[in-house]
């Protein structure tokens, strides 16, 4: 007598929610730490420090959760944005589990970000990135502050970018 036993392959589940927020408020703590002590550095502290509240908070986190349960074993980005009074924030899950991936971040994000501009006084722009490939969660955060009312520096993830995005914006060659 023989016994089959039928082996479904073992899927991890995507990340709960407190995962998310702790790994969201991890890396704005870290990159945070790694600023320059100065005036217009300090504002984008502020505006890191804003994201990680209320409802852009709520909004980024609950996103990554969703789209994590809709891109989880499937080979495709999945992206969401929403526009808030001051800010226009875009949350994208990645089924792969590091940065790094060959693209191209800044038309990625150029065209999330469109609707940021269209507003008259135009608004402050968080994109969160969230590499999920059923394993450990990674974030990355973007931010582009107004600079009609913020005197604050762009927060760009510069491993998020292809070679030819790092040569457009004369960053070195990565690593």
């Given at each position: 007598m023989s016994t089959t036993l039928s082996h479904r392959p073992q899927v991890t589940p995507p990340?709960?929610?407190g995962e998310i927020r702790r790994a969201m408020?991890?890396?704005v703590l870290a990159v945070?730490?790694?600023l320059p002590r100065a005036t217009g550095w300090d504002e984008l502290r502020d505006h890191c420090r804003t994201l990680l509240s209320g409802d852009l908070f709520t909004f980024a986190a609950s996103t990554i959760r969703e789209e994590a349960l809709l891109v989880h074993g499937r080979h495709a980005p999945a992206s969401r944005r929403r526009l808030f009074r001051d800010w226009l924030v875009a949350v994208s899950v990645l089924p792969?589990?590091?940065p790094g991936h060959p693209g191209r971040y800044l038309a990625l994000l150029a065209g999330l970000s469109?609707?940021?501009y269209e507003h008259p006084e135009g608004r402050h722009?968080?994109?969160?990135?969230a590499f999920d490939d059923g394993g450990e969660l990674t974030v990355r955060l973007t931010v582009i502050p107004n600079h009609r009312v913020s005197a604050a520096p762009l927060l760009l993830p510069v491993d998020?970018?292809?070679p030819a995005e790092r040569?457009?914006?004369r960053l070195p060659a990565a690593a």
């Open positions: 990340p709960g929610l408020h991890h890396h945070s730490s790694m792969w589990s590091a469109e609707p940021a722009v968080a994109h969160w990135m998020l970018l292809a040569k457009l914006l």
